[in-house]
């Protein structure tokens, strides 16, 4: 069993940035593929981006480049570096964790991101 909780999101500017954290719990963290993921008004939840237990990372095109997963095992946090943010970036936020022989993980309750002028 483990617990996500996020943090870090909030409105920002076009062209700001946000970091966005998740903080695990209940379970050896450091074995746990990571993802984040958010979902937009009206749109399907999408892969934003995944780091795996040995550091792996791997991007969405539309936010490559921007982006940037990192994991803190010692802290048991996973962190979304947000960089030259666009309002389609706007969405909650979420991150999931999941063991890789698993078909099915853990999730967080979300945090809002809105970019906007």
């Known amino acids: 069993q483990v617990q996500l909780v996020e943090s870090g999101g909030g409105l920002v500017q076009p062209g700001g940035s946000l970091r966005l954290s998740c903080s695990a719990s209940?379970?050896?963290?450091?074995?746990?593929?990571m993802t984040w993921y958010r979902q937009a008004p009206g749109k399907q939840r999408e892969l934003v981006a995944v780091?795996?237990?040995?550091?792996?990372?791997g991007y969405a095109g539309s936010v490559k480049g921007r982006f940037t997963i990192s994991r803190a095992n010692v802290k048991n946090t996973v962190y979304l570096q947000m960089n030259s943010l666009k309002p389609e970036d706007t969405a909650v936020y979420y991150c999931n964790a999941r063991l890789p022989t698993a078909t099915s993980g853990y999730w967080g309750q979300g945090t809002q991101v809105t970019v906007s002028s």
């Open positions: 209940g379970s050896i963290f450091s074995i746990y593929r």
């Open positions: 780091i795996t237990s040995g550091g792996s990372t």
